[in-house]
């Protein structure tokens, strides 16, 4: 029987290759490049483009933000200036206590008039007319009375027109000769009594008397 060819057995540990003179060793990894898994090595060696999307989104809305207050601060500025400058107006206008312009005096009111006393109320003692020669009837009198005439004759005719006062069947006084063709007139009678009477005395003219107090 043949023997089969034995294999040479391999060396249990293999040679270590030297680096040739010239040649740098090959570096050492750190502890952490040892520790890194593959994933994580592939995610630091291409970044993802949705990070850098986000990135950009984020920077848009702080800037749209940062805008927005400075708008609403400078607009706010702006209202407050006018404000400030019309209440410094307002109390530059305002005048001072010793530029107040005095208040008027209230004028005097006018005293009231004394109203006249009341006549007092007149009473007609005797009211008569006729024509030619006539009676009253008789009437009594204060002191003082008036009596009221008027008389017109008719034209051509004898003028002129006389009036007797009488207390009973005694003359006291003539109180009225008017000669003129017409004419009237008020007297005041200083005669009073009772039983007082007027006699007309007059050819053709018409008359008329009234006696009052």
């Known amino acids: 029987m043949s023997t089969p060819p034995q294999q040479p057995e391999e060396p249990a540990e293999k040679p270590v290759q030297e680096p040739a003179e010239g040649q740098a060793p090959p570096p050492s990894p750190t502890p952490e490049a040892q520790l890194q898994s593959p994933t994580q090595a592939e ?3 291409e970044p993802k483009p949705e990070s850098h999307a986000l990135r950009n989104v984020a920077l848009i809305v702080a800037g749209l933000f940062v805008a927005i207050v400075a708008g609403f601060l400078i607009g706010r ?3 407050e200036s ?3 400058q019309v209440s410094a107006t307002q109390a530059v206008a305002t005048p001072s206590p010793s530029q ?3 208040s008027p005096s209230a004028a005097p009111s006018p005293s009231p008039r004394p109203s006249p006393s009341p ?3 007149s009473t ?3 009211d008569i007319q006729g024509a030619g020669s006539g009676t009253s009837g008789s009437f009594n009198a204060p002191n003082p009375w008036k009596l009221t005439y008027n008389f017109e004759c008719p034209e051509g005719g004898p003028p002129g027109l006389a009036v007797d006062l009488y ?4 003359l006291v006084k003539e109180v009225v000769n008017d000669a003129r063709s017409s004419g009237d007139g008020t007297m005041l009678v200083n005669l009073g009594g009772s ?3 007027l006699r007309i005395r007059t050819l053709d003219c018409k008359w008329r008397l009234t006696a009052t107090t």
């Open 77 to 79: 500025n702006g209202q």
């Open 167 to 170: 207390q009973g069947d005694t």
């Open 43 to 45: 995610d630091q060696a």
């Open 124 to 126: 007609t003692l005797v």
């Open 195 to 197: 039983n007082l009477t």
């Open 100 to 102: 107040a312009s005095p």
């Open 82 to 84: 006018p404000t400030g």
């Open 119 to 121: 006549s007092p109320t």
